[in-house]
């Protein structure tokens, strides 16, 4: 049995982790009351923010899985407010953590664009890595391209950190690319959080289950270790209908990936786990569709859960060598660095001429 540390930092980090915990006690408001979590692992929650708001919104995580860090105001997509709050709570933070007893891989799930969640992550993570042997992955969601200037250079500097930050990869949910998940804002997020959610105990379940063919931490950590530090999940779902070479299939295309990639061309090592009644499962088929990845990208580790009368369900982890998304995204954050760099000069020039307050010089009210 695996013990799991999952960690949602920040609003979008709090609200993936409460969808994992919804999944994860079968969904009624009160079952985290009385069920017991249905993974096969030991997994502890935790929820960390600044927002007390946030952490109220969470219906199915239990009140002692979430942490309020006190900071008045919040920290309003400030990421340097962010560390320092961080850096003041930090033994409160990680002693809650060590109670917690010993465990074998941890994920740390947060948004790269606000302000606590991407600033508290890297940081997080830096410290568990200092302190523990276990392996430590971060789930990281990108922002929709057009909230703005500020969320867009969060995100390059909240992604290079968590880079520098010890990370054992970083697993990349993009919610631009996932926008049609949902009609309105609300729901485009819940969608993607559950989409992610699904994932996350999809995965946990292919860690740590009796399966024909097997996959396990050994294999994930060798995947996560091939590319450049960036991943994706992708997913696909059978109709039982179609062959399971096209599930696999479905699951690397943009429908099922959570980030944009081309796999075949930037994908670097891989682990595809398929679920779903035997009859379903055709070893030849299966590794007919994976020996055509591996001949792109090199290895693919697959593994087989057998579940009786279901559906074939897939589920793709790829490593990426290189990314054009992420290229993408850094050269709109600079454009949007230079933007707030030339407001902040205007801002200077105007201070110093004054040409506002100056109208009124050597003037008095009169009455
Ligand atoms: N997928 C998804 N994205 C979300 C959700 N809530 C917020 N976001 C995205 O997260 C980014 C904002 O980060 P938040 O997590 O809200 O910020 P925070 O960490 O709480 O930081 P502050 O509020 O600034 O202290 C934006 O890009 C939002 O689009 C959610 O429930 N799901
Ligand atoms: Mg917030």
Redesign the pocket.
């Known amino acids: 049995m695996l013990n799991v540390l999952m960690v949602g ?8 982790l409460d969808a994992v915990n919804r999944e994860a006690f079968g969904g009624g408001k009160f079952s985290k009351y009385y069920s017991r979590q249905k993974f096969p692992s030991r997994v502890e929650t935790i929820a960390i ?3 007390i708001n ?1 952490l109220k919104e969470m219906h199915y995580t239990k009140a002692k899985d979430r942490i309020h860090i006190p900071n008045l105001h ?5 990421r340097m407010v ?1 560390k320092q709050c961080f850096n003041d709570n930090k033994d409160l933070i990680m002693r809650n953590i060590t109670e917690r007893g010993e465990f074998d891989v941890a994920f740390v799930i ?11 992550s890297p940081l997080l993570v830096k410290e568990l890595k200092e302190r523990y042997e276990f392996p430590v992955y971060s789930i990281v ?4 391209r057009e ?1 703005g200037t500020i ?1 867009l250079q969060n ?1 390059a500097f909240c992604l290079k950190e968590m880079y520098d930050s010890g990370t054992d990869g970083i697993i990349l ?1 993009d ?1 631009q690319f ?1 926008k049609d998940a949902g009609g309105d ?1 609300q729901s ?3 969608g ?2 559950n989409m ?1 959610a699904d994932r996350i105990l999809f995965l946990l379940e292919a860690l740590d289950s009796e399966m024909m063919m097997v996959t396990d931490l050994g294999d994930f950590k060798t995947v996560m270790s091939g590319g450049a530090g960036f991943a994706t999940i992708g997913y696909a779902k059978g109709d039982g209908k179609n062959s399971i070479r096209s599930v696999i299939h479905d699951s690397l295309s943009p429908s099922g990936l959570l980030f944009s990639s081309n796999v075949f061309e930037e994908g670097s090592r891989a682990m595809i786990i398929m679920r779903g009644d035997r009859k379903y499962l055709s070893i030849d088929d299966i590794s007919g569709e994976i020996d055509k990845l591996s001949s792109h990208i090199g290895h693919v580790f697959k593994g087989v859960i057998i579940r009786n009368g279901e559906v074939p369900k897939v589920l793709s982890v790829v490593t990426l060598e290189t990314t054009a998304e992420l290229e993408n995204l850094y050269a709109l954050a600079v454009e949007a660095i230079q933007i707030e760099k030339d407001k902040r000069d205007r801002m200077a020039i105007r201070k110093e001429a004054d040409t506002t307050f100056s109208k009124i010089e050597g003037l008095e009210p009169q009455y």
Do not use: M
Request: aromatic share 8%; hydrophobic share 30%; proline share 2%.
């Open positions: 930092t920040g609003q979008c980090g709090n609200r993936i923010n600044t927002a946030d919040g920290v309003g997509a400030n962010g947060t948004s790269s664009s606000g302000g606590t969640g991407s600033s508290f969601v990108l922002p929709f909230e969320y995100s949910a919610n996932l804002i485009a997020y819940d993607i959080n992610i």
